[in-house]
């Protein structure tokens, strides 16, 4: 299970407010763009000034705002006929460049080091892939575990809490990030082999 699985109940606290928000004209499009913008702009912001740690308290407030309008974006798409091709593309696209945005200030904070920030960044960019190429095979669009998008926010901004309240960052802490990798290694490998599993029993 991931938290993934609790976007149902996620969704309907914000139905009356994706109801609003589709009577005022907003569009699905609208709140994918402004969701990628506003991760570039903080992950901009945040490496610029990595060595202002009490910054790093913004990042798990705009996880959960991100978390919400995700879940808003997908909410107008599919109950307000805002459905299009360019939101399928934006929606997998602002996501991925979203993910790298916020993972990218880590790779300036020690004890996390480059090289292991920046393999997180390509094997969730990886995981994603595998995760879109289900309908290629008769799959669904697969979003398993055990690191999916909503797992990596969690760990994303529980590092950013403890960086942006200056916790003392031990030297065990930098192995947050090579367990990551190998967590989006098994996800990749969890995403092939059930979409392999439900394609061949469609």
Partial sequence: MTLYDLKPRFQALLRPLVRRLADGGVTANQVTLAAAIGSVALGILLCCKSHNHALFLLLPVWLAVRMALNAIDGMLAREFGQKSRLGGYLNELCDVVSDAAL???????APF????????????IVAEYAGVMGPLVGASRRYDGPLGKSDRAALVGALALWIGLGLPLAPWMAWAMPVAALLLVLTTINRVRRGLQEGNSA
């Fill in 103 to 109: 993972l990218l200030p880590f790779a300036l904070i």
């Fill in 113 to 124: 080091s480059q090289p292991t920030v920046f393999a997180v960044i390509g094997l969730a």
